[in-house]
């Protein structure tokens, strides 16, 4: 048995030098490159699997604090006939795209506030889907000031339009779909497409004004999305036994740990901005007493503050987590069947 594995550990050092060794030929490199595309293009072809579920993608889970190649905060809503994205922050289209989410038939973009890494975005998601055959304008959701943030984005790129337009031609490009379209929203049903509702509520995330998150309902199962905010007695209602929060999620222990490292270096800029993070984000012991008191039947931390750059940071972020909470990651899958108590996550 012994001589077996030996002779198996051999065989496998040899053969992936010598793949290794193969890939400084044009002619491997060519037919290696071929596989790769094909199975790729053949993935992009095929589509997802599309239960009757309602399924939660991660396409950004980090906030600006950290140094992390996390993207900033997104997530990704969709059913057999419905898909919107909640927040588009940065690196979060790459995300997207990565897991072959159905451009094509992206409906709009749900925005709780126009904080940067909310909205970095928008117009590279407007681009991906477009140039996938999304077949209306995409609506972009939220409070009042987004009108402002789609005007200036729509001014911003009206060139990389035309120029697009003009290199593929309009019948594949159509140039009526290239402009986001504002949908100023308040707090109450915003939403109701089919199974599909969407709710705002109002986020407490001063001095921000007006900040909102979002419940969606289908067929028996709930998602909340908190976009960036304080846990309050909105909060509380509105997650009252949701099957799955998503909750921006603040770790006392790191952050006060890396504030009082800049100002022992003297940076006292860094310090203050640290410190000042701290009192509009959800700690992560008012959000382990949201949890108890709302009955949640999952929690899932997305927009970390600060997002985990090693194991350490992540073990003290973890501190004192009941069973039925996680740290999300990008490229997370929850899947929650219609009519059903079951959640099937897929952690990356
Ligand atoms: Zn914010
Ligand atoms: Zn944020």
């Known amino acids: 048995m012994i001589k077996f594995l030996t002779y198996l550990v051999l ?38 699997p599309n239960p009757d579920s309602l399924r939660v993608f ?3 889970s980090a906030s600006p604090l950290g140094n992390t190649p996390r993207a900033q905060a997104c997530i990704a809503v969709l059913t057999p006939s419905h898909f919107y994205i909640f927040d588009s922050g940065a690196g979060s289209t790459a995300n997207i795209s ?25 117009y590279e998601l407007n681009l991906a889907s477009w140039v ?41 490009l159509n140039p009526n779909l290239a402009k986001l379209k504002a949908e100023t929203i308040s707090a109450g049903v915003v939403l109701e497409d089919g199974d599909l509702t969407v709710t705002a509520y109002t986020a407490s995330h001063a001095p921000i004004e007006p900040a909102v998150g979002y419940r969606i309902d289908y067929r028996g199962r709930s998602v909340v999305i908190s976009g960036d905010s304080l846990v309050t007695d909105d909060t509380r209602r509105i997650a009252s036994n949701v099957d799955l929060l998503l909750h921006d999620a603040l770790s006392l222990p790191l952050t006060e740990a890396a504030a009082e490292a800049a ?59 009941p069973a039925n909470f996680v740290l999300a990651n990008d490229g997370d ?16």
């Open 333 to 348: 899958w929850f899947e929650l069947p219609s009519d059903s108590a079951d959640i099937t996550y897929t952690n990356q």
């Open 98 to 122: 990565g897991a072959g989410l159905p451009y094509e038939r992206l409906q709009g973009v749900f925005l709780t506030h126009f904080h940067s890494d909310h909205i970095a975005e928008l």
């Open 58 to 60: 991660v396409c950004g």
């Open 263 to 321: 100002t022992t270096a003297g940076l006292t800029r860094l310090a203050k901005i640290i410190s000042d993070v701290m009192d509009y984000h959800a700690s992560t012991d008012s959000l382990i007493e949201l949890g108890a008191d709302t009955d949640a039947g999952m929690v899932a931390f997305y927009h970390l503050v600060p997002a985990p750059a090693n194991l350490i940071m992540l073990k003290i972020f973890e501190r004192n987590l």
């Open 132 to 172: 996938r055959g999304r077949s209306t304008a995409m609506n972009v959701y939220g409070p009042k000031g987004v009108a402002k943030v789609v005007s200036g984005i729509n001014d911003t790129y009206e060139l990389d339009v035309e120029y697009r337009v003009e290199h593929h031609g309009s019948d594949l």
């Open 11 to 48: 065989s496998v050092i040899v053969l992936s030098g010598l793949l290794r060794y193969s890939l400084e030929f044009e002619s491997a490199q060519d037919i290696a490159i071929e596989q790769v595309y094909r199975a790729g293009m053949s993935n992009a072809a095929n589509g997802l």
